[in-house]
C-alpha cells in the first residue's frame, strides 16, 4: 500500500531500472554510458587535483625561495634596518629582509656556468624564505661576513663539480680598471651549504653573506633593496609599492609577478582548457545515455501506449524516462566522484611507491620532483554538478518523444 503514495513516474523508472532487459543491446549501451561517466567524471577529478597540486608546489618553492615581492631603490641604501622594521610592524607583511643581487659567472676547473648570487643576512632571510627547510648540507648561519662563504643548489654544484669545502671561482661582469688595462673582477668563495628545492633554482641561485656581497659590489653598509613575505599573493604588488610609497626617498616595488608570472598564468590557462576538454568525455558518456533511453523508448511503444490507456498523463511518462535516465546519470557520476576523490588522495604516494619499487625517478627532469596531488572540494562539487546537469538534460529528448507516443499508433500492430 505504501507504494500507492509514491509518484507514479518515480515508482515505475525506478521498478524498471532493477528490471532483466529482454533487449540485451540497450543494456550494454546503458552500461557504457554508466561507465563512460564514471571514467570522464574520475579522470577530471584526478587530472584537477594534479595540476593543483603542480601549482601548490611551484607557489611553494619558487615563490618562497624568490622575493614575492621588493622595495628596491633607484640607488643603493643605507637604512635598510629603519625599513625592515617598519615594513614588519604592518599586519599584512610577514617578514622582510635585505639583499643584493649580482650576477655572475661561477668556474671551477674549467667548468664555468652562469648564477644569481644574493647576498643574505642569514638571521632576516629566516623569515622570509624556505631556504632553511630546504639545506641538504649546512645552514644558512654558515654565512659568516669576511669569510667569503657560498650556499648552492644542488644541481649547481653537481654541474661545478662540487662538494663541500671546495673553492668556486666568482666572476663579476663588472670590469675593474688597473694597469693592465679592463679585467673583469674575479673572487674566491668556499662551498659551506647545498640546498635543493626540487625546482629549476637548483640550478641557477646562490647564496653569500650581505656583507661579502656588499664588499663585492663596493656598497660597503648599503643594500639594493628589502624583499618582503606578504600574507596574500595577490596584493603582493599593492602592498610592495605602499610601503616604497611611505619610505623618505627614491624607491619603487616589485612583485613576483613580474619575474614569475607568466608561468602561473600559463599553468591557469592550461587548468582551465584541461578541464573543458576532459568535460567532452563527460559529455559523450551523457550522449550515449540519450541513444540508450531513445531505444529504450522504441522498445516500450506498446508498455507506454498501455500506461496511457490506463490514464497516465504525457507528463507522468516523461517523468518515468527522465528517472531512468538519471538513475544513469546519478549512478555513473557519483561511483566516478568516489574513483575520483579516492585516487587523488592517494596518487602521490602510489607514484612515491612505484619509484621506490623499480628504483626510478619518473620526475627528475621536471620543475617538481615527484606527482604532487591537491583534492579541491569546490573542484569535486564543479565536476560533480557538471556530470549531474549533462546526464540530466540528456534524458530530456527521449523523455518527451516518449510522452508523445499514441496509443491507438503504438498498438496497431500488438
Known sequence: MRAMFRPVSLFVGLRYTRAKRRNHFISFISLTSILGLTLGVMVLIVVLSVMNGFDRELQRRILGMVPQASVLGYRPFEDWQGMVQRAESRPDVEGAAPFIQIQGLLSNKGVVDSAFITGVSPVDEARVSILPQHMEVGTLNDLIPGEFNVILGSALARKLGLAIGDKVTLVVPEAAITPAGVVPRFKRFNLVGIFHVGAELDGLVGFIHLEDAAVLGKMKGQVEGVRL????????????????????????????????????????????????????????????????????????????????????????????????????????????????????????????????????????????????????????????????????????????????????????YE
Not at 294 to 306: E, L, P, R, S, Y
Not at 329 to 335: A, I, P, W
Open 229 to 412: 613575505k606578504v600574507d596574500n599573493l595577490f596584493r603582493a604588488g599593492a602592498i610592495a609599492w605602499d610601503v616604497a610609497s611611505n619610505e623618505e626617498g627614491r624607491f619603487y616595488a616589485s612583485d613576483w609577478t613580474r619575474t614569475h608570472g607568466t608561468l602561473f598564468n600559463a599553468i591557469k590557462m592550461e587548468k582551465t582548457m584541461m578541464a573543458l576538454l576532459l568535460l567532452l568525455i563527460v559529455a559523450v558518456a551523457a550522449f550515449n545515455i540519450v541513444s540508450s533511453l531513445v531505444m529504450v523508448v522504441t522498445d516500450k511503444k506498446g508498455d507506454i501506449a498501455i500506461l496511457r490507456t490506463l490514464g497516465a498523463s504525457p507528463g507522468t511518462i516523461m517523468g518515468i524516462f527522465m528517472v531512468q535516465g538519471s538513475f544513469i546519470g546519478v549512478l555513473g557520476t557519483v561511483s566516478g566522484t568516489a574513483l575520483g576523490v579516492l585516487i587523488a588522495l592517494n596518487i602521490s604516494d602510489f607514484f612515491a611507491w612505484l619509484e621506490r619499487t623499480f628504483e626510478t625517478h619518473l620526475f627528475e627532469q621536471y620543475f617538481v620532483n615527484y606527482l604532487p596531488s591537491e583534492l579541491r572540494w569546490e573542484n569535486v562539487v564543479f565536476v560533480a554538478g557538471m556530470g549531474f546537469l549533462m546526464s540530466f538534460l540528456a534524458t530530456l529528448y527521449p523523455a518527451l518523444k516518449a510522452s508523445k507516443v499514441q496509443p491507438a499508433e503504438a498498438l496497431r
